[in-house]
C-alpha cells in the first residue's frame, strides 16, 4: 500500500488492534451464540456456530480481496525463483529463531496433550 516503512508500520499497527478487537468480540459472542444456535445441544450449537462464523469469514475475506488495490507495482523486469525466495527468507536469522521457537512450542503442546490423553485412560500399567 505504501512504500514508507513508518506508514506500514502505522498500518500494520491499525489492523492488529482491528483484529485484537474482533477476537474479543467474536469470543464474547460464541457461548451466547451456542445456546441459541444448538437449543441445549451443545455441540450442535458449536457446530453451527463454527460454520457461522466459517461462512462470514469467507464473505470478509472475499470482499477485501475484491476492494483491496496494489498501489506499489513490482520492476517488471525483476525475476525471482523459488529457491531463491526461500535461500532468502532462511538466511534471515530473525525469521529462524521465530520459526524454531514457533516449531518447538507447538512440538511442547502436542507432546503436553498425547500425554495427558494417554495416562488419564483405564489401562493404565500400575
Known sequence: M???????TSISSYRQIAANT??????SFVIPLVG????????????LTMGLLSVVSVVFFVITFFVTKE???PDPQQKT???QDMSDLFSNKAFVILFLVTLFYFTAILIRATSCCRTSGSSRVR
Do not use: C, V
Open 36 to 47: 441459541i444456535l444448538g437449543q441445549g445441544n451443545d455441540a450442535r450449537g458449536y457446530q
Open 71 to 73: 498501489r506499489i507495482q
Open 22 to 27: 474482533a477476537g474479543l468480540i467474536i469470543a
Open 2 to 8: 505504501t512504500d514508507d516503512p513508518d506508514e506500514r
Open 81 to 83: 525463483s523459488l529457491a
